[in-house]
Antibody, heavy 122, light 109 residues
Framework: EVQLVESGGGLVQPGGSLRLSCAAS????????MHWVRQAPGKGLVWVSR????????SYADSVKGRFTISRDNAKNTLYLQMNSLRAEDTAVYYC???????????????WGQGTLVTVSS | QTVVTQEPSLTVSPGGTVTLTCASS?????????PNWFQQKPGQGPRALIY???NKHSWTPARFSGSLLGGKAALTLSGVQPEDEAEYYC?????????FGGGTKLTVL
Protein backbone atom coordinates (compact mmCIF):
# COMPACT_ATOMS: atom_id res chain seq x y z
CA GLU A 1 0.00 0.00 0.00
CA VAL A 2 1.34 3.39 -1.01
CA GLN A 3 1.75 5.71 1.96
CA LEU A 4 2.97 9.28 2.24
CA VAL A 5 3.32 10.64 5.76
CA GLU A 6 4.16 14.31 6.21
CA SER A 7 5.63 15.69 9.43
CA GLY A 8 7.56 18.63 10.81
CA GLY A 9 4.87 21.30 10.78
CA GLY A 10 4.20 23.64 13.64
CA LEU A 11 4.06 27.23 14.82
CA VAL A 12 6.96 29.45 13.78
CA GLN A 13 7.56 33.17 13.96
CA PRO A 14 7.85 35.31 10.82
CA GLY A 15 11.39 35.09 9.50
CA GLY A 16 11.90 31.70 11.06
CA SER A 17 12.71 28.32 9.55
CA LEU A 18 11.14 24.89 9.48
CA ARG A 19 12.00 21.59 7.83
CA LEU A 20 9.22 19.34 6.61
CA SER A 21 9.61 15.63 5.94
CA CYS A 22 7.58 13.17 3.89
CA ALA A 23 8.15 9.49 4.60
CA ALA A 24 7.24 7.28 1.66
CA SER A 25 6.47 3.59 1.68
CA UNK A 26 4.80 0.95 -0.43
CA UNK A 27 6.49 1.93 -3.70
CA UNK A 28 9.92 2.40 -5.23
CA UNK A 29 10.54 5.95 -4.03
CA UNK A 30 13.61 6.47 -6.20
CA UNK A 31 11.54 5.92 -9.32
CA UNK A 32 9.25 8.91 -8.84
CA UNK A 33 9.44 12.65 -9.08
CA MET A 34 8.12 14.17 -5.87
CA HIS A 35 6.33 17.44 -5.14
CA TRP A 36 5.20 19.65 -2.31
CA VAL A 37 1.73 21.18 -2.53
CA ARG A 38 0.19 23.54 0.00
CA GLN A 39 -3.27 24.73 0.92
CA ALA A 40 -3.86 27.83 3.01
CA PRO A 41 -6.90 27.73 5.31
CA GLY A 42 -10.06 27.99 3.21
CA LYS A 43 -8.08 28.39 -0.01
CA GLY A 44 -7.14 26.24 -2.99
CA LEU A 45 -4.31 23.88 -3.74
CA VAL A 46 -1.03 25.51 -4.74
CA TRP A 47 1.96 23.73 -6.22
CA VAL A 48 5.14 24.62 -4.32
CA SER A 49 8.10 22.61 -5.58
CA ARG A 50 9.25 19.42 -7.27
CA UNK A 51 12.36 17.27 -7.41
CA UNK A 52 13.34 14.69 -10.00
CA UNK A 53 13.67 11.03 -9.14
CA UNK A 54 17.43 11.20 -8.63
CA UNK A 55 17.43 14.63 -7.03
CA UNK A 56 19.39 16.25 -9.83
CA UNK A 57 16.68 18.69 -10.91
CA UNK A 58 14.36 20.95 -8.94
CA SER A 59 11.70 23.60 -9.64
CA TYR A 60 9.93 26.12 -7.42
CA ALA A 61 6.89 28.34 -7.51
CA ASP A 62 7.84 32.03 -7.74
CA SER A 63 6.33 32.65 -4.31
CA VAL A 64 8.90 30.43 -2.56
CA LYS A 65 11.91 30.65 -4.86
CA GLY A 66 15.04 31.57 -2.94
CA ARG A 67 13.44 30.76 0.42
CA PHE A 68 12.49 27.08 0.17
CA THR A 69 14.72 24.14 -0.77
CA ILE A 70 13.43 20.72 -1.76
CA SER A 71 15.61 17.66 -1.35
CA ARG A 72 15.33 13.90 -1.00
CA ASP A 73 17.15 10.93 0.48
CA ASN A 74 16.37 7.89 -1.64
CA ALA A 75 18.15 5.61 0.82
CA LYS A 76 15.71 6.72 3.51
CA ASN A 77 12.68 7.01 1.21
CA THR A 78 12.16 10.53 2.47
CA LEU A 79 11.39 13.87 0.86
CA TYR A 80 12.22 17.18 2.56
CA LEU A 81 11.29 20.83 2.32
CA GLN A 82 13.56 23.33 4.05
CA MET A 83 11.60 26.53 4.55
CA ASN A 84 13.48 29.71 5.48
CA SER A 85 12.44 33.35 5.87
CA LEU A 86 8.90 32.25 6.53
CA ARG A 87 6.04 34.71 6.08
CA ALA A 88 2.48 34.79 7.30
CA GLU A 89 1.31 33.91 3.80
CA ASP A 90 3.20 30.60 4.01
CA THR A 91 0.66 29.42 6.58
CA ALA A 92 -0.91 26.30 5.09
CA VAL A 93 -1.26 22.56 5.19
CA TYR A 94 1.65 21.11 3.26
CA TYR A 95 1.21 17.87 1.32
CA CYS A 96 3.73 15.75 -0.54
CA UNK A 97 2.71 13.99 -3.74
CA UNK A 98 4.31 11.63 -6.21
CA UNK A 99 4.40 12.11 -9.96
CA UNK A 100 5.40 9.68 -12.65
CA UNK A 101 5.74 9.47 -16.40
CA UNK A 102 4.32 6.43 -18.10
CA UNK A 103 4.15 5.43 -21.76
CA UNK A 104 1.82 8.17 -22.95
CA UNK A 105 1.61 10.76 -20.23
CA UNK A 106 2.04 11.81 -16.62
CA UNK A 107 0.13 10.99 -13.47
CA UNK A 108 0.23 13.32 -10.47
CA UNK A 109 -0.85 12.77 -6.91
CA UNK A 110 -2.54 9.38 -7.07
CA UNK A 111 -1.98 9.15 -3.32
CA TRP A 112 -2.00 11.91 -0.74
CA GLY A 113 -1.01 12.01 2.91
CA GLN A 114 -2.82 13.83 5.67
CA GLY A 115 -0.59 16.86 5.32
CA THR A 116 1.25 18.83 7.98
CA LEU A 117 0.13 22.26 9.17
CA VAL A 118 2.57 25.14 9.17
CA THR A 119 1.50 28.29 10.99
CA VAL A 120 3.60 31.42 10.68
CA SER A 121 2.61 33.91 13.33
CA SER A 122 4.08 36.03 16.08
CA GLN B 1 3.38 34.14 -14.08
CA THR B 2 1.25 31.33 -15.44
CA VAL B 3 -2.39 31.28 -14.34
CA VAL B 4 -4.79 28.35 -14.64
CA THR B 5 -8.43 29.38 -14.55
CA GLN B 6 -11.49 27.39 -13.51
CA GLU B 7 -15.09 28.41 -12.96
CA PRO B 8 -15.34 29.53 -9.32
CA SER B 9 -18.65 27.79 -8.81
CA LEU B 10 -21.23 25.69 -10.61
CA THR B 11 -24.59 24.27 -9.59
CA VAL B 12 -26.15 21.10 -10.97
CA SER B 13 -29.28 19.12 -10.19
CA PRO B 14 -29.03 15.50 -9.06
CA GLY B 15 -28.97 13.24 -12.11
CA GLY B 16 -27.87 16.07 -14.34
CA THR B 17 -24.71 16.65 -16.33
CA VAL B 18 -22.13 19.36 -15.74
CA THR B 19 -18.81 20.25 -17.37
CA LEU B 20 -16.00 21.96 -15.51
CA THR B 21 -13.24 23.59 -17.52
CA CYS B 22 -9.58 24.47 -17.04
CA ALA B 23 -7.89 27.18 -19.08
CA SER B 24 -4.26 28.26 -19.33
CA SER B 25 -3.05 31.85 -19.56
CA UNK B 26 -0.41 30.65 -22.04
CA UNK B 27 -2.96 29.61 -24.64
CA UNK B 28 -4.91 26.53 -25.64
CA UNK B 29 -4.62 23.52 -23.38
CA UNK B 30 -3.42 20.48 -25.30
CA UNK B 31 -2.66 16.91 -24.31
CA UNK B 32 0.93 18.03 -23.74
CA UNK B 33 -0.21 19.83 -20.61
CA UNK B 34 -1.27 16.41 -19.23
CA PRO B 35 -4.35 17.72 -17.40
CA ASN B 36 -5.04 16.06 -14.06
CA TRP B 37 -8.24 16.49 -12.05
CA PHE B 38 -8.78 16.20 -8.30
CA GLN B 39 -11.78 16.20 -5.98
CA GLN B 40 -11.63 17.58 -2.46
CA LYS B 41 -14.38 17.48 0.14
CA PRO B 42 -14.39 19.62 3.29
CA GLY B 43 -11.93 18.43 5.89
CA GLN B 44 -10.35 15.88 3.56
CA GLY B 45 -7.25 15.74 1.43
CA PRO B 46 -7.42 15.79 -2.37
CA ARG B 47 -8.42 12.66 -4.27
CA ALA B 48 -7.15 12.05 -7.79
CA LEU B 49 -9.82 11.49 -10.46
CA ILE B 50 -8.29 11.89 -13.93
CA TYR B 51 -4.72 11.95 -15.27
CA UNK B 52 -3.29 12.88 -18.66
CA UNK B 53 -6.54 14.40 -19.98
CA UNK B 54 -8.86 11.41 -19.87
CA ASN B 55 -7.39 8.46 -17.98
CA LYS B 56 -9.33 7.30 -14.93
CA HIS B 57 -7.89 5.80 -11.78
CA SER B 58 -9.23 2.47 -10.65
CA TRP B 59 -11.37 4.22 -8.03
CA THR B 60 -12.82 6.90 -10.31
CA PRO B 61 -16.57 6.48 -10.79
CA ALA B 62 -17.62 5.88 -14.39
CA ARG B 63 -19.73 9.05 -14.38
CA PHE B 64 -16.56 11.17 -14.38
CA SER B 65 -14.79 11.76 -17.70
CA GLY B 66 -12.00 14.03 -18.89
CA SER B 67 -11.45 15.61 -22.29
CA LEU B 68 -10.18 18.62 -24.21
CA LEU B 69 -12.90 21.07 -25.19
CA GLY B 70 -12.54 24.34 -27.04
CA GLY B 71 -8.91 24.87 -26.05
CA LYS B 72 -9.47 23.91 -22.44
CA ALA B 73 -9.27 20.78 -20.35
CA ALA B 74 -12.69 19.59 -19.25
CA LEU B 75 -14.13 17.35 -16.56
CA THR B 76 -17.67 16.13 -17.21
CA LEU B 77 -19.90 14.56 -14.59
CA SER B 78 -22.86 12.67 -16.03
CA GLY B 79 -25.66 11.53 -13.74
CA VAL B 80 -24.46 13.66 -10.86
CA GLN B 81 -24.91 12.23 -7.37
CA PRO B 82 -25.33 14.22 -4.13
CA GLU B 83 -21.95 12.93 -2.96
CA ASP B 84 -20.29 14.68 -5.91
CA GLU B 85 -20.72 18.01 -4.16
CA ALA B 86 -17.13 19.09 -3.61
CA GLU B 87 -14.31 21.34 -4.78
CA TYR B 88 -12.63 20.25 -8.01
CA TYR B 89 -9.12 21.23 -9.05
CA CYS B 90 -7.29 20.83 -12.30
CA UNK B 91 -3.51 20.66 -12.61
CA UNK B 92 -1.48 21.43 -15.72
CA UNK B 93 2.13 20.60 -16.53
CA UNK B 94 4.51 23.35 -17.61
CA UNK B 95 7.81 21.61 -18.20
CA UNK B 96 9.22 20.83 -14.77
CA UNK B 97 6.64 22.93 -12.98
CA UNK B 98 2.99 22.25 -12.23
CA UNK B 99 0.17 24.74 -11.72
CA PHE B 100 -3.19 24.15 -10.08
CA GLY B 101 -6.31 25.94 -11.09
CA GLY B 102 -8.15 27.96 -8.47
CA GLY B 103 -10.80 25.28 -8.06
CA THR B 104 -14.50 24.96 -8.87
CA LYS B 105 -17.00 24.57 -6.06
CA LEU B 106 -19.67 22.22 -7.34
CA THR B 107 -23.03 22.39 -5.63
CA VAL B 108 -25.59 19.64 -6.17
CA LEU B 109 -29.03 21.13 -5.63
Amino acid sequence: EVQLVESGGGLVQPGGSLRLSCAASGFTFSGYWMHWVRQAPGKGLVWVSRISDDGSSTSYADSVKGRFTISRDNAKNTLYLQMNSLRAEDTAVYYCARDFRYSSGWCFGDNWGQGTLVTVSS
Amino acid sequence: QTVVTQEPSLTVSPGGTVTLTCASSTGAVTSGYYPNWFQQKPGQGPRALIYSTSNKHSWTPARFSGSLLGGKAALTLSGVQPEDEAEYYCLLYYGGARVFGGGTKLTVL
